[in-house]
């Protein structure tokens, strides 16, 4: 039982650094990323940071890692709720509108986005990026073919980059009310 509760410990401490550098990221960029700023908002040590995490690099890997899993996890979960409902096309563009404009507009987007622009600039968080955007394309999988959309492999990678570009414009210019359904419609119908 004390290695299971000590397992259970390391993973809470390790999830809490990682939520508290993407506290920091979205707050202060990557280049605003301190062990000291890691540290004061996960509420855990420096030793027990550089315990966990050898270099920043893994520590921005794991992040991105978690971002995609809590946030196709979440995403995930309202879909479930809207699978029964048998929408139409239309109506299912629209409840994606919804639920992006409800989405928080704060540190954790800002985050996601400076840890991809950060992947740009350092080749080791190539691979991370690549597993969350895959995460995003299978949950667009999903959600087109529930709505019987032809080829739903060939559309979730332009559907997921028209969202995750509006989403960007929408974080850049402070527009809450950016429109997602119509450009979306439009990609989905080839217009």
Do not use: W
Not at 56 to 78: D, N
Not at 88 to 107: D, R
Not at 144 to 166: M, W
């Amino acid at each position: 039982m004390a290695g299971a509760a000590s397992r259970d410990k390391l993973v809470s401490t390790r999830d809490a650094i990682l939520r508290g550098a993407l506290s920091v990221v979205g707050e202060h960029g990557v280049g605003g990323l301190t062990n000291r700023r890691i540290v004061a908002a996960a509420g855990v040590s420096l030793g027990t940071l550089t315990y966990h995490f050898a270099s920043q690099t893994a520590l921005l890997r794991e992040a991105m890692l978690l971002f995609a899993e809590q946030e196709t996890s979440k995403l995930g979960a309202i879909v479930d709720g809207y699978r029964a409902d048998g929408l139409s096309l239309e109506q299912a563009a629209s409840v994606v509108e919804h639920v992006i404009a409800q989405l928080p507009f704060g540190a954790d987007e800002l985050g996601a986005h400076e840890l991809y622009l950060q992947s740009a600039r350092d080749p080791e968080l190539h691979e991370a990026s690549s597993r969350c955007f895959a995460a995003y394309d299978e949950l667009a999988v999903t959600i087109l073919e529930a709505l019987g959309v032809p080829e739903p492999r060939r559309l979730a990678g332009p559907v997921v980059a028209l969202i995750a570009g509006l989403q960007l414009r929408r974080l850049a210019t402070g527009d809450t009310a950016t429109p997602i359904a119509e450009p979306l419609m439009m990609l989905i119908r080839g217009a």
